[in-house]
């Protein structure tokens, strides 16, 4: 390809939208243009680095017996109805209705999709187990899209579905895909780590995300460096000290004038914030299966700790939560500011599994200006649902070893769910076992975004140049620059060096722009390939030439008998790091 018909451009300029390194070199060196939010076409470097991609995923999806096929974008919104989807997902869905009147859906996932194969397909246990996967174009409308590809609404994604006769099937196929995933990262030039994560709106009973570690990550993430406990914030848990056991005393009233928080309260009391009980108020959506309404939730956390707003959904089984208004808590007949669950009825109140454990707490008396001290779990209120929905923080103790947690931050470049019997049971998904009865077909669903996955490399591998691609996944191996001679036609060598790089599989992009060097050395940075070769009058009387690595400052010249086995030997061994 020669860079004078690349349909390209580089820019000296960052972008003013651009607030991430990945998105400010991917625009400037030429690999992507933005349409609307969210919304991005692909140029032809970055196609050719999203179809490298692709070729590794489908060589480690074969080498796991899967087989590809490819699935609608636009589906019918029945499917999603018989799954109880179609109410449960809010406004990222996208939703239309066709001519003749139909609720339609544009694809976020293709659970339903798969599990309406399976049931007009799978009869026996003999065609079980099986793995399908295909490459696809997903919507979901993110309200916030930011960070150039690493938040979009439009997205290509790898998305895989085992299905198995037996739970134990789905333990293999969810440990092959587990360390497949890792290879395919590895592959591509990313590292990243597995961590437990929320099922959301996939369901199913256990999932894991794979996250490159990043200070731009959205994503909280805690680890235990002495034992390997690792998950997202979402569904991470903590070593709880059990407080010291007193002896029940009276409830008391006491006036806390201006005291509407837990560090006023906590100061003015002269009382640790342990001793506090903090109460949250949420309204939850409940979709039509649930009652189709919202509901004032009341959560009750330690004075010390904060509430996890994904394991308090996941109690109370709504499908989204937003703060509550003062309006909507003064209707409950609590007092912003001086809440608490005493005395309260209609309310639902969740309550952390510390609290029941913590004897005398203070807490509001649902009256302005006032608290109650020595409030007690059981004696003074209770809940509907006890457990744990504290937010767990840098430093908090291990569940499993007790020593501290480390937090960091991340971005989630794949997923795995166990899936169950979620979808085969909502689209009656059965089979005949070999006692002739009738069993669900037990699905995984496993996803990689790989437009995010590009995004999340050129975010891992850049220098105060440009970009520096793994040589894997390049666009192209080697970036040939071409410097006009004044005693010899450079052009002539170049097209040579050319053809016989390209006849040994080795493309090259070709600079034979009309441009000065300063001008093409610093695109040939900018794009990042492997290597450059320069054809240059130079090079040619110290011998041929002039090879020079990204990653590296040195350069040195190659006989032109030479070059095609130099590239070849230097791509290959740079392709297996």
């Given at each position: 390809?020669?860079?004078?018909?690349?349909?390209?451009?580089?820019?000296?300029?960052?972008?003013?939208?651009?607030?991430?390194?990945?998105?400010?070199?991917?625009?400037?060196?030429?690999?992507?243009?933005?349409?609307?939010?969210?919304?991005?076409?692909?140029?032809?470097?970055?196609?050719?680095?999203?179809?490298?991609?692709?070729?590794?995923?489908?060589?480690?999806?074969?080498?796991?017996?899967?087989?590809?096929?490819?699935?609608?974008?636009?589906?019918?919104?029945?499917?999603?109805?018989?799954?109880?989807?179609?109410?449960?997902?809010?406004?990222?869905?996208?939703?239309?209705?066709?001519?003749?009147?139909?609720?339609?859906?544009?694809?976020?996932?293709?659970?339903?999709?798969?599990?309406?194969?399976?049931?007009?397909?799978?009869?026996?246990?003999?065609?079980?187990?099986?793995?399908?996967?295909?490459?696809?174009?997903?919507?979901?409308?993110?309200?916030?899209?930011?960070?150039?590809?690493?938040?979009?609404?439009?997205?290509?994604?790898?998305?895989?579905?085992?299905?198995?006769?037996?739970?134990?099937?789905?333990?293999?196929?969810?440990?092959?895909?587990?360390?497949?995933?890792?290879?395919?990262?590895?592959?591509?030039?990313?590292s990243t780590v597995a961590v437990r994560s929320d099922t959301g709106m996939m369901g199913g009973k256990e999932a894991h995300e794979y996250m490159y570690l990043t200070p731009i990550g959205e994503d909280s993430l805690l680890f235990c460096d002495a034992c390997g406990y690792s998950a997202n914030r979402q569904v991470a848990s903590m070593h709880k000290p059990l407080p010291e056991q007193e002896d029940s005393l009276p409830l008391e009233m006491v006036a806390t004038p201006?005291?509407?928080?837990?560090?006023?309260?906590?100061?003015?009391?002269?009382?640790p914030a342990a001793k506090t009980a903090k109460a949250v108020f949420f309204m939850g959506h409940f979709s039509a299966e649930n009652g189709g309404h919202e509901a004032l939730i009341f959560a009750v956390v330690r004075g010390d700790m904060e509430v996890n707003e994904t394991k308090v959904a996941n109690l109370m089984k709504a499908g989204d939560l937003r703060p509550a208004t003062d309006e909507e808590i003064r209707a409950s007949g609590a007092v912003p500011g001086y809440a608490s669950p005493v005395g309260l009825k209609g309310v639902k109140v969740v309550v952390d599994d510390l609290v029941p454990r913590s004897p005398n707490m203070v807490a509001g008396a649902n009256l302005a200006g006032y608290h109650l001290r020595n409030v007690n779990y059981g004696r003074d209120f209770s809940a509907d649902l006890v457990a744990d929905i504290s937010a767990v923080r840098d430093g908090d103790g291990c569940p499993q070893c007790g020593a501290p947690l480390r937090l960091a931050r991340g971005v989630e470049v794949g997923n795995i769910f166990k899936l169950g019997t979620r979808y085969s049971d909502a689209l009656h998904c059965n089979f005949l076992d070999e006692n002739g009865n009738n069993q669900p077909v037990i699905m995984g669903s496993y996803g990689i975004g790989v437009g995010r996955l590009l995004a999340c490399v050129a975010e891992e591998h850049n220098d105060d140049r440009g970009l520096v691609w793994p040589a894997a996944i390049a666009p192209y191996p080697v970036h040939m620059v071409v410097l006009p001679g004044r005693e010899m036609d450079t052009g002539v060598i170049a097209a040579s060096v050319e053809a016989a790089l390209t006849a040994a599989g080795l493309e090259p992009l070709v600079d034979d722009r009309e441009e000065s060097a300063g001008v093409k050395f610093n695109d040939a940075d900018l794009i990042g390939l492997p290597m450059r070769l320069t054809i240059s009058e130079r090079a040619f009387k110290q011998g041929g030439v002039e090879m020079k690595l990204r990653a590296s400052a040195e350069s040195h010249v190659i006989p032109l008998d030479q070059v095609v086995t130099a590239v070849r030997s230097t791509i290959d061994l740079l392709s297996q790091v």
């Open positions: 390809m020669h860079f004078s018909r690349l349909f390209s451009q580089t820019l000296r300029e960052t972008p003013s939208e651009a607030e991430v390194v990945s998105h400010q070199l991917l625009v400037r060196a030429g690999f992507i243009r933005q349409l609307g939010a969210g919304i991005f076409s692909y140029l032809p470097l970055a196609y050719r680095v999203i179809n490298k991609i692709m070729t590794i995923m489908r060589e480690e999806m074969n080498a796991l017996d899967g087989q590809e096929i490819l699935m609608p974008v636009v589906q019918p919104a029945d499917i999603w109805k018989e799954t109880g989807r179609f109410y449960q997902i809010g406004s990222e869905m996208g939703r239309f209705t066709d001519k003749n009147g139909h609720d339609m859906v544009l694809a976020m996932t293709h659970e339903e999709v798969v599990a309406d194969l399976v049931r007009g397909t799978i009869r026996s246990y003999r065609q079980l187990p099986a793995l399908i996967y295909h490459l696809q174009t997903k919507w979901r409308d993110d309200p916030r899209p930011r960070a150039g590809l690493i938040r979009v609404r439009e997205f290509i994604m790898l998305d895989s579905y085992s299905l198995d006769a037996d739970w134990a099937g789905l333990d293999r196929q969810y440990s092959a895909h587990y360390e497949a995933y890792f290879r395919i990262f590895k592959r591509c030039g990313l201006g005291a509407s928080s837990i560090e006023e309260l906590a100061a003015f009391l002269d009382v």
